[in-house]
Structure formats: structure tokens, C-alpha cells
């Protein structure tokens, strides 16, 4: 493995090549470019414009070109992302100039390798110093909460992905009404000592997992929601499935002051290909079917079956580690074609909240896929899904496109703009079938472009039971609403409506 490391005058990449080399990899460092061909071309900073040889991967060359030009279109791409940004140097764009907490996340290829916290600066200090500015001093963190995990870490891997970079250090602040916010965003960190020797323990983890071919397996946990049936009144998924097991409830609850749990979830065991994980999750909808048996009850799936309740379909790897490259892949190979399945509308509002480009949640045994949404719809649907996963997967390292590196074209996937979509569709699976050119790949890209021509959609009030062949029994159930609480902060503090 050959690496060259492009930077600008003002870096200096002498200790981390340095560490690099003392690892047995192939490192080389430059303004110019490299004097022969190599797997890897990192560039670190702007330095001076220099065509990328051949590549097998290439980190931070291609960005958004307006990154530390112009802040308020790097803002404009965070919060389509849904992140909060204050970029630039007037604080006067945000009510606060002094932030409670702040941290410095620096990453590498989708995962952290260090973090810095602000040292809490007392009021009493303030107060001895009231004509002084106050530097904010940071320490190293040696292990972050878990709220820190979910919130921060995920906001930063968005937002560098969003922005098409590979690495790089993302200041965040937080306070307690807003939650966190993007101050910054540096596509080259100056990395000396700790961080030299954080980047190169990353740089090679990331070497040795593309080098590796590991067993891969699909998993899932597509959403549901039921339906009472005439009037498609919604009924909660928690009166019939327990919160775990095979088939399960969401942890979402429902409107209100209530402990209901309305949307089911089912968990099929992962498998090693799309047909064999299409079989186990027959065999999970078949439970669900025997603990909700009701022929007055439609089982309905999509984006937002329901207002204010969006459906998912994630999409669990084993034995993949998530990174940049892979992300990508999914984004481009297959959330955009399963766009075609959805209801442009519904889809729509799901992304305003959910289903964020190159969203997802590492696990136990790898990773989950979090964008698209519920493709539970019929086993055509499910077979879609589930085999581009399968290809993606497999072939990730020669997947190299991802159109949403133009603002205009993330705008187009979260707006649902099907029509504006279509020539990048069309690429994408020719690309496919150039990488697969299987007969079953074939056929799944003449049928997803066949929706997308005819302009069709799935709908989100058919019961599924019926396109899946489920027995749908004679029983009916009889709803019975339970009370809500209204909770007051006053004296008789709660009342039944």
C-alpha cells in the first residue's frame, strides 16, 4: 500500500509520515505530487492545485468548494443535513458568545480518533477578570457519555460527510436549550505528538479493513404501522408486540401523554445474501402475523404511513466497519434508487426530521443503514432493498460516485424531486450493471427504472399482509381507546381525558 500525503506550506506532515512509516506503510509527503503511482492520495489543506494520479481512494479532494470561502453556503448544506452551524467569527449571529461546553472532534474516514473538551471557566474567574477576554482552554477526553456518543459524535460524522470530507476536525458548542451547534469545520487539522499518533493508528486500521475481505452479512428492522379497518384509525403496535424479541415495537411513542408504542418493527436474523435474508424475514412476518391475526386490522408501511410518524428501513452490515467510502456507496446505490419507491410527499416530510444522507449507527456487529425508508411494502420491494445492499457491500471499493457533492442535488433528495433525480438514477444503475452484470442485477435495474419513468409509487394504505401471502384470519378486534393523562404542575397534578 502506497500512500502520498498532498499538503499546503503551512502543514507539516513530517511526524505523521514519520509514524506512518515506522508502521511499515509506504508513506510519501509533497506539494507537487507523488513521483510514481500510488493507492491512496490524502491532501491535507489547499496546498498547491495538483491533479490526483489513479487512485485506489482518494481523501478530501473532492469537497464542497465553498468550504472556507463562504460560510453561509457551508451553512446552508449543514441544515439541510439537519445540523445546527454558526460559522465565521460575529457572534452576534447567536444569542450566546460564550458557550457552556465545547468540544473539538477530530475524525478520520467516519470514526473518532480524538476528542477535546473546553475546561469550564467558573463565573468567579469571570468576574476577577471583567475587562479580559477568556480564552477557552481544552483538555483531552479519554472516554465520552453516552449522550456525547449519540449526539455529538453522529453530528460531527454528518457533518464532514455532508460536506464530502474524509477527515478532519469539527468544533462544536453546546447549550441547553439548542442542543449542539457546528462552529467550525477544519478539512486539515494540524496534528503534532497525541494527534500525529491518533491519525496514524487510524490511517492504518483504515489500510488493513480495506485490504481485508470479511464475510458479509444483511440484516434488517423494517417499520410497520396498523391500521383499524373501515375508518383507518391508527392502532398501536404495543398492544400486540412486546418491545423486544424478533418482532418488536419502536422505542417512539405516541402523541400525547401516553405509553403507547405505535409503530412495529421486525428483526430478521442476518443471512449472507439478499434471497436468504428475504427468506428469514418471511419467516419473522409470519410471527407478527400469529400475534396480530385481525382481519380488521391492515398493516401499512412507507415513509409516514401516519403524520408525525415516519417508517424506516434500516439496514444492518456484519462484518463491515463503516467508512466514508462505504457510506457514500450507500447513499448513492442505494438510497437514491429506493427514492423511486416512495411517495414523494410522505417522503418528503420524513426528511425533514429522519432519513438524513449517510446517516447511520454503528453496532456490535458492524453497522446500521439508517437512511431509507420503510420498504416493507411487498416482496418485490423487500428483494430490491435487500439485494442492492447485498452489491453494495460487496463491491464498495469500486463505487466511486456520489452525486450529492453539489448542494443543489442534496436539496433534490430531501425535496423528493424525482424528475431532477433521473439522470443521476440512470447512471447509477448502469454503473451497477457494469459492476454486476448478472442477469438478477439486470432485472432489478430495468424494474426500478421502469417506476421511475411511469412516475409510480408504492402506497401507503395497502395492507402488506395481502402482497406478502400472510393468512389474514375471520377474528375482529375491537378497539377500545385508553385514557391519555394531562399533566399539570399544579396541585391535583394529573387528570384522564
Keep these: 500500500m502506497k500512500i502520498y500525503i498532498h499538503h499546503d506550506p503551512s502543514s507539516s506532515m513530517a511526524e505523521l509520515a514519520r509514524r506512518l512509516a515506522a508502521r511499515d506503510i509506504d508513506v510519501s509527503a509533497g506539494r507537487h505530487g507523488p513521483a510514481e503511482p500510488v493507492d491512496w492520495w490524502i491532501k491535507w489543506g489547499a496546498g498547491r492545485e495538483s491533479q490526483p494520479a489513479a487512485a485506489q481512494r482518494l481523501f478530501n479532494v473532492q469537497a464542497v468548494t465553498a468550504l472556507t470561502t463562504d460560510f453561509d453556503a457551508v451553512e446552508r448544506v449543514l441544515r439541510r443535513n439537519h445540523l445546527q452551524a454558526l460559522l465565521g467569527e460575529d457572534p452576534s449571529r447567536w444569542p450566546l458568545a460564550v458557550w457552556p461546553k465545547e468540544y473539538q472532534i477530530y475524525l478520520w474516514d467516519s470514526r473518532v480518533i480524538a476528542v477535546q473538551r473546553k475546561v469550564l471557566i467558573t463565573q468567579q474567574l469571570r468576574d476577577l477578570l471583567p475587562n479580559k477576554s477568556v480564552t477557552p482552554s481544552f483538555h483531552w477526553v479519554e472516554q465520552l457519555t453516552p449522550w456525547e456518543e449519540e449526539r455529538l459524535v453522529s453530528a460531527a460524522i454528518r457533518a464532514l460527510h455532508c460536506l464530502g470530507l474524509d477527515f478532519g476536525r469539527v468544533h462544536l458548542g453546546v447549550n441547553r436549550s439548542r442542543g449542539p451547534i457546528i462552529l467550525a469545520v477544519d478539512p486539515a487539522p494540524i496534528v503534532r505528538n497525541r494527534l500525529a499518533q491518533a491519525y496514524a493508528d487510524a490511517i492504518t486500521a483504515s489500510v488493513r479493513e480495506w485490504q481485508e475481505r470479511a464475510t458479509v452479512t444483511i440484516g434488517s428492522d423494517p417499520e410497520f404501522m396498523l391500521s383499524l379497518v373501515p375508518g383507518r384509525r391508527m392502532v398501536p403496535a404495543s398492544r400486540f408486540f412486546p418491545r423486544t424479541g424478533i418482532v418488536g415495537c419502536d422505542n417512539r411513542r405516541a402523541f400525547g401523554a401516553s405509553d403507547d408504542l405505535p409503530l412495529a418493527e421486525v428483526r ?114 423487500a428483494w430490491l432493498a435487500l439485494h442492492l445492499a447485498a452489491v453494495v457491500a460487496q463491491h464498495y471499493r469500486r463505487l466511486e460516485r456520489w452525486d450529492f457533492l453539489q448542494p443543489e442535488r442534496q ?31 439486470r432485472r432489478l435495474a430495468q424494474r426500478l427504472w421502469s417506476m421511475a419513468e411511469e412516475g409510480s409509487y408504492l402506497p401507503e394504505d395497502m395492507d402488506i399482509r395481502r402482497a406478502w401471502k400472510l393468512p389474514i384470519g375471520l377474528h375482529r378486534y375491537r378497539y377500545v381507546p385508553r385514557p391519555r393523562y394531562s399533566i399539570s404542575w399544579l396541585g391535583g397534578s394529573a387528570s384522564r381525558i
Design 268 to 381: 430478521p436474523a442476518p443471512a449472507e445474501n439478499a434471497a436468504e435474508a428475504l427468506q428469514q424475514l418471511r419467516v419473522v412476518l409470519h410471527e407478527a402475523n400469529r400475534l396480530c391475526p385481525y382481519g380488521n386490522i391492515a398493516w401499512v408501511a412507507g415513509s409516514e404511513p401516519y403524520p408525525g410518524y415516519p417508517t424506516g428501513g434500516h439496514i444492518h452490515f456484519g462484518g463491515l466497519q463503516p467508512n466514508s467510502r462505504l457510506i457514500r456507496a450507500l447513499d448513492q446505490y442505494l438510497a437514491l434508487p429506493l427514492l423511486y419507491l416512495e411517495n414523494p410527499e410522505t417522503a418528503a416530510r420524513r426528511r425533514q426530521f429522519y432519513g438524513a444522507l449517510g446517516d447511520f449507527r454503528v453496532k456490535p456487529h458492524g453497522f446500521e443503514y439508517r437512511t431509507p425508508g420503510s420498504w416493507l411494502a411487498s416482496p418485490e420491494t
Design 411 to 441: 436539496d433534490d433528495f430531501y425535496e423528493g424531486k424525482r424528475q431532477a433525480l433521473m439522470p443521476l438514477l440512470r447512471q447509477t444503475l448502469l454503473e451497477l450493471v457494469s459492476i454486476d452484470d448478472s442477469e438478477t442485477m
